[in-house]
């Protein structure tokens, strides 16, 4: 699977950015996002499952970040809204395409195999 994550950018703090992620040569099953900064690890930050009706956030960005995605497009979106400087950092989508249908995990273990190359987040004013 090859993942391409688009969509970030410069934005000041309160600001919103959509991040995407598609593939152009399979079907799309549970996506997550992850984002690493440096001297920390890699972080989860959100999944969705195949069925979509399934969505899990880190605590840190509950209620300001919301994951969907287009089946028809074979995209998955990060909509990141209230940005604030410690989300800063590149962000990663990874697709797990042997999950159960209704399952998604935070873990950047589940999703051994197929990583995008990365999109750049920084909020700053």
């Known amino acids: 699977v090859q993942l391409q994550a688009s969509g970030g950018g410069l934005v000041q703090p309160g600001g919103s950015l959509r991040l995407s992620c598609v593939a152009s040569?399979?079907?799309?099953?549970?996506i997550g996002w992850f984002r690493q900064t440096p001297g920390k690890a890699r972080e989860g930050v959100s999944c969705?499952?195949?069925?979509?009706?399934?969505?899990l956030y880190a605590d840190s960005v509950k209620g300001r970040f919301t994951i969907s995605r287009s089946d028809a497009e074979n995209t998955v979106f990060l909509q990141m809204d209230s940005l604030r400087p410690e989300d800063t950092g590149i962000y990663y989508c990874?697709?797990?395409?042997?999950?159960?249908?209704?399952?998604?995990?935070?873990?950047?273990?589940?999703?051994?195999?197929?990583w995008g190359q990365g999109t750049l987040v920084t909020v700053s004013s």
């Open positions: 990874a697709a797990d395409q042997n999950p159960p249908y209704h399952y998604c995990a935070l873990s950047a273990a589940r999703y051994r195999n197929y």
């Open positions: 969705i499952s195949h069925s979509g009706d399934n969505t």
């Open positions: 040569d399979a079907s799309l099953k549970a």
